[in-house]
C-alpha cells in the first residue's frame, strides 16, 4: 500500500507545509538492490578502553572494500587497517569535523567501567552531525552476562540504553544497532556487520544483537552475492504479503524455494512458485499430519536447508467476547504447530547439519495489544520457543532466531481503520510503516550459512516503533 503522506512531506510544497506546521517529515528509505555495495560512503571507526575487535573488524571491512577512517580516540586504527589492506586515515583535524560518513562504528569492548564512558560521549559528541541520511551507527560490546567483573558487566549493559537514546535522537532515517560479540566468536562478526550496514537493514533499528560460537564449527567459504546459492529453504504462508517477500527474497540470494500455503491459496501459490523457479505445496499447517508430510517432503528432496516459520493467523476479540475455538486456532497455527514442525524435522534428520530455523513473531508479542489476547499469547510463546529451543538446537548444530515486525505495509494493514493506519505508521523513529522486504531481508540475514553464530535472538523489524519500547 502507498504512503501518500510519506511522498507529500518529501514534495518540495509538501516540505515547506510540514515544516512550517511542524509535522513529521520522514524520508524515504534506501534499501538494497542487486549487486550493489554493501556501504556507499565512509566508516568512521572510534573506540574506548583498549578495544578487542579492531583486528576482526578490519578484516571484515576490507572484505567488504569499505573505506574507513579514525576518530582522533583510535590512533592505532590506520596501523591495523593498512596491515589488513585497507587504505585509511584520520577522521578530522585539531579537533573539527572529517568529512560526512555513511556509518559509525564504535568498539566498546575494551570498557571496564563506568568511568570510561567519557569515550562514548568524545566519539558521538564529535560525530553524530556527520552521520548522512539513511546513515548506520553500530556499536559492538561483550555480553554482560559473561563478563568478568560486575562494573564491566554495568558498562557493558548500559550500552542498551544509549544506542536506544541514540536511534531516537540522530533521526533522518539513520539506524544504530548494539551488538555483543562473546569472546572467541570474533570471526563470525561478518554477516552481521554486512547486514547491519547495509540498505538490507532499513527498518530494523535500537536493536541488541548476540553473536556466541558457531553452533556447527567450521570455515564457511561464502558467495556474498548470492549467500544462499543451492540451499533448500521452506517458506510458510509464501502466496502473498510479507510471506511472498520473504521467498522472492531467498531466491534472489540463490536459494531453492518452497513456497508452501494452504490449499485454498493453490492460484497465488503457484503464481509465485512458477515466477521464482520455486516448488509449490499446498498444506494446511494446522493439521495434525502436517508435520510428517513435511518430513516426507523434505526427506523426498535431499532435506532442506532452513526453515522459516512465517504462517499465521488473527482472529481478534477481547477475551470477554472471543470464542474457544477462535482462541485454539489461533494458538495452533501461530505457535504449536511451529513446535510440532520443529520436533519432527530436527527427529528425522529432514534438516541438514548447519541448517536454520527463522520464527516471524510480532510486536504484539512484546508489547500485547487490545483485542489480541490470543495472537499475543502465541507470538510471545514463538520468543520463548526461540531463547528455549536455542541450546537445545545448538547442540544438533541448528540455529533458531526470530523476527518480530511491527507496522508492515501489506494487505492486513490496509485494512486497518486509517487514525491506527496513520498512528502505526508515524509512532516509530522512521516516522512511516515498513515493507514485506524489510523482513525478509532479516530473516535472509539469519538464514545465511555465515550467520551460525547468531542462535536465540529477536530481532524487531519495527523501525523503533514506541509501542513496547
Not at 564491566?152 to 542498551?160: P, S, V
Not at 570474533?186 to 537493514?201: H, I, M
Not at 494446511?284 to 523434505?298: C, E, K, N, T, Y
Request: some cysteine.
Amino acid at each position: 500500500m502507498t504512503d501518500s503522506y510519506l511522498g507529500f512531506a518529501n514534495s518540495t510544497l509538501g516540505s515547506r507545509i510540514a515544516s512550517t506546521l511542524g509535522l513529521p517529515q520522514p524520508l524515504p528509505l534506501e534499501r538494497y538492490r542487486s549487486s550493489q555495495p554493501v556501504i556507499r560512503g565512509g566508516v568512521l571507526l572510534g573506540g574506548g578502553g583498549s578495544p578487542q575487535l579492531l583486528g576482526a573488524l578490519a578484516k571484515c571491512f576490507h572484505s567488504m572494500a569499505a573505506k574507513t577512517v579514525a576518530h582522533h580516540s583510535l590512533p592505532q586504527w590506520t596501523a591495523i587497517a593498512n596491515q589488513a589492506g585497507l587504505m585509511s586515515g584520520r577522521w578530522g583535524v585539531e579537533d573539527r569535523p572529517g568529512e560526512k560518513v555513511k556509518a559509525l562504528v564504535f568498539d566498546a569492548t575494551g570498557l571496564q567501567t563506568s568511568e570510561q564512558a567519557d569515550a562514548l560521549y568524545q566519539f558521538f559528541h564529535d560525530a553524530a552531525r556527520s552521520v548522512l541520511p539513511c546513515g548506520r551507527v553500530v556499536v559492538l560490546g561483550r555480553p554482560p552476562e559473561s563478563c568478568e567483573s560486575p562494573r564491566q558487566a554495568t558498562i557493558q549493559r548500559a550500552l542498551e540504553g544509549l544506542t536506544r537514546a541514540l536511534a531516537k535522537e540522530l533521526k533522518r532515517a539513520i539506524t544504530v544497532q548494539l551488538v555483543y560479540v562473546a569472546e572467541g566468536a570474533e570471526d563470525q562478526l561478518e554477516s552481521t556487520l554486512r547486514f547491519l550496514l547495509s540498505p538490507r537493514c532499513a527498518y530494523v533499528s535500537a536493536q541488541v544483537v548476540r553473536i556466541g560460537l558457531p553452533s556447527a564449527p567450521g570455515a564457511v567459504v561464502m558467495d556474498w552475492e548470492k549467500p544462499l546459492k543451492g540451499k533448500k529453504i521452506l517458506v510458510t504462508g509464501a502466496s502473498r504479503g510479507i510471506g511472498a517477500a520473504i521467498a522472492e527474497t531467498m531466491a534472489r540470494d540463490g536459494a531453492q524455494v518452497i513456497c508452501l500455503d494452504v490449499p485454498q491459496a493453490q492460484a497465488a501459490l503457484d503464481e509465485i512458485s512458477n515466477r521464482l523457479g520455486a516448488k509449490a505445496l499446498a498444506l494446511d499447517i494446522g493439521s495434525m499430519d502436517a508435520p510428517q508430510a513435511l518430513v516426507d517432503a523434505a526427506l523426498a528432496d535431499g532435506g532442506w536447508d532452513v526453515v522459516v516459520h512465517n504462517a499465521g493467523i488473527t482472529r481478534d476479540k477481547t477475551i470477554a467476547n472471543m470464542k474457544e475455538h477462535l482462541w485454539q486456532a489461533v494458538v495452533n497455527v501461530n505457535l504449536s504447530t511451529q513446535e510440532r514442525i520443529n520436533e519432527a524435522l530436527v527427529a528425522s534428520g529432514a534438516l541438514k547439519a548447519g541448517s536454520r530455523i527463522v520464527c516471524v513473531s510480532s510486536i504484539s508479542g512484546i508489547a500485547g495489544n487490545l483485542g489480541q489476547t490470543n495472537y499475543a499469547l502465541s507470538k510471545a510463546g514463538v520468543i520463548g520457543m526461540v531463547q528455549s529451543m536455542a541450546p537445545v538446537l545448538a547442540e544438533k548444530g541448528i540455529t533458531i532466531n526470530a523476527v518480530a515486525p511491527g507496522f508492515i505495509e501489506t494487505q492486513m494493514t490496509a485494512a486497518v481503520p486509517f487514525a491506527i493506519r496513520e498512528a502505526g505508521r508515524r509512532m516509530n523513529s522512521m516516522g512511516q510503516g515498513g515493507q514485506p522486504v524489510d523482513v525478509a531481508e532479516a530473516i535472509a540475514w539469519f538464514a545465511s550459512p555465515a550467520s551460525g553464530g547468531l542462535t536465540g535472538n529477536v530481532v524487531r523489524v519495527c523501525g523503533q516503533s514506541l509501542i513496547g519500547a
